[in-house]
């Protein structure tokens, strides 16, 4: 069976590794990246607490051993599906069944000036950019004279009250608490303002009441402004207008609010459900093709547990990928008697660190909500035995003790490529 897997993300790169040395098998992994990206770390990136190869792992590097599985840097182009070939910018590649795990990228739902102006953080390369930014809007705040435009400079707005803009919003007040007042001491830090805008009444809202409330104590107590019920309308790079009215005068808008699927050209419109999402019967299989199956964030698949789809997280995609593994071996094997297996999503928890010593974490079975340095402990914990490779888990872990104990982070570092090249 030659199998193509378009993505080499948490869904994608899962399903490599299921179907590596079985026989029946030959695959062709697709990327854009050399790399796979551990992408609930990028805030830390994004906040100098972590380098971008901390968490990042070459995926030719994971396919040392297996000998039926090839790996291509390849931007797709288009799926023809009536000729079963993937089109990309390095050539077409024939295939008997195919698997699209592109995942997310930042959906701005259309608004120019967002795009223009706010920052994304869905790769490595935009929370390096981030982290940059960050360190430039202080270096600026020196050399202004007026307050006003100061306070522009010292003005953060993190868009987006999920889990990643919770975690943003803790790590950026951390930094103001422990490390930006003794890099820039002529600054005064007690006017820097972190404001995190939610559209619903809550943070977190996917979580349980608890988490959100305690998630939102927390924020508060670091200093962070939340303001729930609250729409960003527009942003021209210098203020942010909210659809209350208020406008908050910065120059650094970060937008963690929403996400849409990559679909690849060639997937009809009919096929394409709310928020940019194939639709997928429960064996994963695109609708109305027994070939062509997506996965993870860009798959919508209703469930009697989950009416409106999964959540777009990464233990939906590595689930997906192991009952499309399990799936295409009763297909290679031609057992016409084996019935494929039905997805049913076993939803593990969740959880949101937000700041030093401070998480939340839900937990279905038994059903509990844990937070404060308990939830940090398990959140520490998970994520560092998920990251791909002992070299990085080591870096991490070293990176996370020396923050800890410092009180610091050793990467603020800003490297303007475009001034070096000039020079």
């Not at 200093?223 to 009215?245: F, P, S």
């Not at 660190?353 to 401070?358: A, E, M, S």
């Not at 800003?414 to 000039?422: A, D, H, L, T």
Request: charged share 20%.
């Amino acid at each position: 069976m030659k199998l193509i897997i378009i993505g080499g993300g948490f869904g994608g790169l899962r399903l490599a590794r299921k179907l590596s040395n079985k026989a029946g098998f030959e695959i062709t992994l697709l990327d854009k990246f050399n790399y796979h990206q551990f992408q609930p770390l990028f805030y830390q990136v994004a906040t100098a607490g972590l380098d971008a190869s901390n968490i990042s792992f070459p995926l030719r590097k994971v396919f040392h051993n297996a000998t039926n599985i090839r790996f291509r840097v390849a931007e797709v182009q288009q799926i023809i599906s009536e000729q079963k070939i993937v089109v990309t910018n390095i050539g077409n590649f024939e295939y008997d069944a195919l698997v699209i795990a592109t995942g997310a990228d930042t959906n701005f739902f259309g608004n120019q000036q967002l795009m223009d102006n706010a920052l994304p953080m869905k790769s490595s390369v935009e929370a390096l950019q981030l982290r940059y930014r960050l360190l430039e809007n202080f270096e600026s705040a020196l050399l202004v004279k007026d307050a006003a435009s100061q306070q522009r400079f010292m003005n953060i707005v993190i868009v987006g009250g999920g889990p990643t803009g919770v975690e943003l919003s803790g790590a950026i007040a951390d930094m103001k608490r422990f490390v930006l007042p003794k890099d820039y001491p002529e600054l005064d830090f007690k006017k820097m303002k972190i404001y995190l805008v939610e559209s619903s009444s809550k943070i977190l809202g996917a979580m349980s009441e608890v988490s959100s409330m305690r998630s939102r104590k927390y924020l508060e107590k670091l200093g962070v402004t939340i303001l729930t019920g609250n729409i960003l309308k527009d942003y021209d790079g210098q203020n942010a207008v909210l659809q209350n009215g208020d406008i908050i005068a910065t120059n650094m808008v970060i937008w963690a609010a929403g996400i849409k699927g990559n679909v690849p050209l060639g997937i009809s419109q009919e096929l394409i459900a709310r928020g940019n999402r194939i639709k997928v019967d429960r064996h994963c299989r695109v609708q109305g093709f027994n070939d062509i199956y997506a996965i993870g964030d860009v798959a919508y698949m209703e469930e009697p547990a989950y009416p409106n789809g999964h959540p777009q997280v990464a233990p939906v995609a590595m689930q997906q990928a192991d009952t499309i593994a399990n799936n295409l071996k009763r297909i290679e094997m031609k057992s016409s008697g084996a019935l494929l297996e039905e997805f049913v999503y076993n939803n593990q928890g969740s959880m949101a660190t937000v700041g030093r010593n401070l998480a939340v974490v839900d937990m279905p079975k038994p059903k509990l909500s844990i937070g404060g340095f308990l939830a940090w402990m398990i959140w520490m914990g998970l994520h560092l035995m998920l990251i791909l490779g002992v070299k990085n888990r080591f870096f991490v872990f070293c990176n996370w003790l020396y923050n800890y104990f410092t009180y610091d982070q050793s990467l603020r570092l800003i490297f303007n490529v475009k001034s070096e090249r000039k020079k």
